[in-house]
C-alpha cells in the first residue's frame, strides 16, 4: 500500500501534537520510526489508522484521500497496550482470532502464522490466563491474519521474549518482501533486526525522513 | 401472591394454565438475559441494566396513574408504557455517553435518578404504593399471563436472530473497540441497537423479578460463569445454565412458599455464585498442593 501524508498539522484540544508533517511510502517500503515518549509517534499510526479525524488532504492510501477511505481492514495494527482490551472475561486465542478473520486465510495459514509467532500451542487457552507476551503475540497474529497491505506496529514486542522477536522479524522481513508496506515505531532500530528502508524520525512534533540503504541497518 | 400452595407445584403445573405460561416464560427469561448480560458485562456496563430498570418503573407508573387516576383505558398494560421508557431511557443514556465522552458513566446516575424522580411523582400521584407497584418493584412472575409470554418470545427470536447474524461483530465491538472502529464496523450503529434490545429484555424482566432485582437476572449467572468458563462460548452456556437452574428454582420456590418470585431467583442465583466461588477456591488451592507435593517427592 502507497501512503502519503503531506503537511500534516493535528492537535489535541490545546496541544499541537504534529507539526506540518510529511513523508511517503511505496509499496513494499519498510519505515522505522523513531522519537522519544510524547514526540507524537502514536498520534501519527492513529492518524493513519482512522482513529485520529483529519482535514482532507492530508493523508493518502492507495491515492484514496483517507476521509473517503473504505478498506482499513488491509490495514494490519498492532497497538503499543492493550488497555483497551477486555481480556477479563473468558475467550480463547483461537475464538478471538475466529471473530477478527475477514479475508480468508485457511485454516492451515492460520496454524501457520501461530507457529511462526510461536504461539500455536496457547490457540486453546483463554485469553485471560496469557502473559503480558503472550497476549502481544496473539495480536501480533490478529494484525497478520487478514492478508495487510499495510502493517503498522507499534512497539510490537514489548515484554516478547528474544526467540519470538526473532520469529516475529522473520515473519515481518517476509512479509515486506512480498511487498507490504510496513510501518514499524520502535525504541531501538538496532535491535529489531528488521530490514528498513525509510527512517522517520519524530522529534516534538517534527519529522524528519531518511532514506536508508537495505543492509545498513545491521 | 395468589395462591397458596395445597398441591405440589409438579402437580399445579398441569392443572393451572397460568402457571405453565409462568414457567414457559422464565425458561425464555434464564437464556435470553444472560445472553445480553454477558455482553453488558464485557463492555462493563453492568449499571445500565439498573438504569433501565428505574427508568422503566417510571414508564410503570405513569401507566398506572393514565389507567387508574385518568381512566385511560384503552392502555391495556402498564408494561408497553415501561418498554417505551426502557428505550427512551437508553436512548437519553447514550446521547449523555456521546455528550462526556471521557465519564461516559455520568450518563447512568442522570437518567436513573430522572427515571425513580418520575416514578416517586406519579406513584403519589396515583395514591402512593398498592399492591401493583409491589409486584413490579420486587416481581410476581404467576400473575403475568399468555400476551406477555408471546412479547418475551418475539423479543428473544429477534434478539438471536441479530446476534447469529453479527455475532462477529458484537464479539469485536465487546472486547475491543478500537480495533472494530479500525477495522470499519459502525460500532456506534451496532451499540445503538444492542442497547435498544438491552432495553426491551429489560422492561420484560420486570414481571418476574421486579424493578430492584432486573440487573441481578443479567450479571451475576454471567459474573458466576467467568469463574469457571473456558471458552467465550462455555461461559455464556455456562451462564445460561445457572440462569436456567435460579429461574425454574426461583419459580418453584415462589409458588411453594407464596412469596415474591424476584426475592427466590435472586437468591437462588446468588447461592450458585458463592458455591462456585468456594468450589473454584477450593480447586485452585488442591491443584497448587498437589503441584507443591509433587516438587517435594522430586
Redesign the interface.
Known sequence: MRVAVTNLTFGYDYRTVLKDVSFKLNSGDFLAIVGNNGSGKSTLIKCI???NKVPQKRIFLDDVDITEF????S?G?V?QKFD?????????VN??LQ??R?NNISEDEKLELLDKIGILELQ?E?INELSGGELQRVFIV?SLM?NPKLLILDEPTVGVDKTNVEGFYKTVNELNKEGITIMLITHNINESKANFTHLLSIHNGEAVMKEITRGDDE | MILAANEPFIFALFEYSFLRYALLTVIIMGFITPLIG?FV????LSFIADTLSHFSLAGLSIGLFLINILGFTFISDPLYLAMIFSVIGALFIEILRGYYQNYKEISMPIVMSLGTALSALFISLSGGFNSSIYNYLFGSILTVGNKYLSVMAITTIITVFLLLIF??EM??I??????A????IKVGRFQFISTIILALVVSLSLATVGVLLVASLMIIPVAAA?KV???????IGISILFSELSVIGGLWLSYELDVASGATIVLINILILVLVVVFKNLFVSKRLKNTQSDIMTK
Not at chain 1, 473504505?70 to 481492514?73: E, G, L, P, T
Open positions: 489508522l482512522g482513529l473504505k478498506n482499513f481492514r490495514i495494527y497497538p483497551d482490551f477486555n481480556y477479563e472475561f473468558p475467550i480463547t475464538e478471538i471473530v477478527s475477514y486453546n483463554n490478529r487478514n | 454477558s458485562v464485557i463492555r462493563r455475532y462477529k464479539v469485536i465487546s472486547f475491543d473497540e478500537t480495533y472502529k479500525l477495522i470499519g467467568m468458563g473456558k471458552s467465550f462460548k462455555n461461559t
